[in-house]
């Protein structure tokens, strides 16, 4: 059975930074790519970052390129999401997913099979 946990998030002061992990257990960890995608209240939820299992190419939405970063651990199952400069807009319940999209589509969220329950990142003013 496999398995998508978050953690991380917190409440931070406008400017801050955080770190989000999230954990994928009961696949070949290696061979799948993970997402980052946020929704905050009241909005749709919207792609934050993915990297690619096929060499490790990173993407990232419009709105957090250059201030977040996506990496993984292939040896510890595990994905992070540093965040930077955050501003109060960044709020948002922060979800991790798995899958196996192609370069092209690893934005979408419905390509990806599994997620976790959720982490809350909330930016004060």
């Known amino acids: 059975q496999v398995q998508v946990a978050e953690s991380g998030g917190g409440l931070v002061q406008a400017g801050g930074s955080l770190r989000l992990s999230c954990t994928a257990s009961?696949?070949?960890?290696?061979?799948?790519?993970m997402g980052w995608f946020r929704q905050a209240l009241g909005q749709e939820r919207e792609f934050v970052a993915a990297i690619h299992w096929r060499g490790a190419t990173t993407y990232a939405g419009d709105s957090v390129k250059g201030r977040f970063t996506i990496s993984r651990d292939n040896a510890k199952n595990t994905v992070y999401l540093q965040m930077n400069s955050l501003k109060p807009e960044d709020t948002a319940v922060y979800y991790c997913a798995t899958g196996r999209p192609a370069l092209s589509r690893v934005a979408i969220d419905s390509v990806y099979n599994y997620w976790g329950q959720g982490t809350q990142v909330t930016v004060s003013s």
């Open positions: 009961g696949l070949t960890f290696s061979i799948y790519s």
